[in-house]
């Protein structure tokens, strides 16, 4: 689950926790009322019905604080229903205390204000509108109260005062329902950028802190890389070990020196040296050295048809990400990695294939985190830093199961090319 994630299940739980409390201050002020008008000035109130209603309604309310703190995580459904409950609740109380004519019916755009600052559009309009359509049908449908209905009535229960307040109500429902969401959803846009804004710079942050470790550790591993080639080169010369053995050790070793020499001056060029030159000559260079790197591999490289090359930049960053991507399913599935790769004049589409286990459900949320390995002697750095990379330069990485056994990994980069 990624910190956004939990962060709106956070909130979730706090709003109904924060519904709870509004919930308990209307219980609170319906029982102040109902003692008031039932002991203090008798207004012929149906005392027992509305405390059996207000007792339930108080049930409701404590089940709903005690579920605040179980689990699962609370959706936007369930708390939908909830203000579907107050309105129910509220409805059936003025059912019984004059219906439309009783004052606190505007107590009806409470749930209607908390819909439009909590929940999408689609659940607010049914808010509204159910909370419309149960103030439409208390016009007709209440037991009267002679106390709490407008003078000057003429005997009819729909006098131009209670049509008047059903139109002040139908309007600013409307315009809650309209305007609030829209500045909700405004203010939880920018939350959401915020938020990404932050991680964003987390991340580079700890990629600056890497980037200074592996510049150190560069010039660290110059002298035994040293020392190692000048010993190798000896057992060459005085074969004191299989050829086939010798000669992979030399490779291995030109290429880790190909690749500190390549660090140092990617390092010296700056941020924005870029590499230019033919996609496909990039491409084959790529798995060249890959192939080097692990030379016992089975590698099926494939190019998708009718390819018409072009020349594009890409920074040398690119090629060490994309490599990592490849030992990551050479790691996994050292019998076969199948590799294509696509492109057209706005991207190029790297997709890896690898035959070995999938990934664990367990790690499934972690990929991509920092310092998270699936293997034992892992540093869990590869595929943070190239996940932070290829975005760095437009580019996605998504890694999914292969439906047939395996992973799929696809790599987006887009191109600025030079036909």
């Given amino acids: ?56 309604y108080a049930l409701v309310i404590a089940t709903t604080w005690w579920r605040t703190f179980r689990y699962p ?58 909370s419309l359509a149960a103030y439409s049908w208390l016009l007709r449908n209440n037991l009267p109260i002679p106390a709490l209905a407008p003078s000057h009535h003429h ?3 729909n006098n131009l005062h209670i049509l008047g307040m059903w139109c002040n109500f139908a309007v600013s429902a409307v315009l809650i329902t309209y305007f609030v969401t829209r500045m909700a959803n405004t203010l939880r846009s920018q939350a959401g950028q915020l938020a990404r804004q932050r991680e964003d710079q987390l991340r580079d942050e700890q990629v600056l802190a890497i980037g200074s470790l592996a510049a150190g ?36 070793l030109e290429q880790c020196r190909t690749t500190l020499k390549q660090l140092v001056a990617t390092a010296e060029g700056g941020a924005d040296s870029l590499e230019q030159g033919s996609l496909r000559a990039y491409f084959d260079k790529l798995f060249e050295r890959w192939q080097v790197m692990r030379p016992r591999i ?33 790691d996994v599935s050292p019998e076969q990695v199948d590799v294509e790769v696509g492109w057209n004049d706005q991207a190029v589409e790297l997709c890896i294939r690898d035959l070995g286990q999938g990934i664990a459900p367990q790690l499934q949320e972690k990929l991509g985190k920092p310092f998270q390995s699936s293997k034992p002697d ?4 590869g595929l943070f830093l190239t996940q932070a990379t290829l975005n760095r330069y437009g580019g996605s990485v998504s890694i999914k199961p292969c439906p047939e056994g395996g992973t799929i990994t696809r790599v987006v980069l887009p191109l600025r090319s030079e036909s």
């Fill in 1 to 56: 689950m990624t910190r956004i994630d939990t962060s709106i299940h956070s909130a979730a739980r706090h709003n109904l926790r924060q519904l709870s409390i509004i919930r308990n201050i209307a219980l609170g002020g319906q029982l102040l009322a109902l003692l008031f008008f039932s002991q203090i000035q008798d207004i012929g109130l149906p005392v027992l019905v509305l405390s059996a209603i207000l007792a339930l």
């Fill in 73 to 130: 995580v609370i959706t936007e459904l369930e708390f939908f229903c909830h203000l579907l409950v107050d309105i129910l609740f509220f409805t059936a109380l003025l059912f019984f205390s004059g219906g439309a004519s009783n004052p606190f019916v505007s107590y009806y755009l409470v749930p209607i204000s908390i819909a439009a600052t909590t929940l999408p559009l689609r659940y607010t309009w049914t808010v509204t509108l159910l």
């Fill in 155 to 157: 005997g009819d229960s």
């Fill in 217 to 252: 550790t560069a010039h660290e591993l110059g002298t035994p890389l040293n020392t190692m080639k000048i010993l190798v080169d000896e057992m060459v010369a005085e074969q004191s070990a299989s050829g086939e053995d010798l000669s992979i050790l030399q490779q291995q």
């Fill in 298 to 330: 089975q590698a099926h490289i494939r190019y998708a048809n009718n390819l018409a090359d072009c020349q594009a930049h890409f920074h040398p960053t690119v090629a060490q990400s994309l490599t990592s991507l490849l030992n990551n399913a050479a």
């Fill in 378 to 381: 892992g540093m869990g750095l």
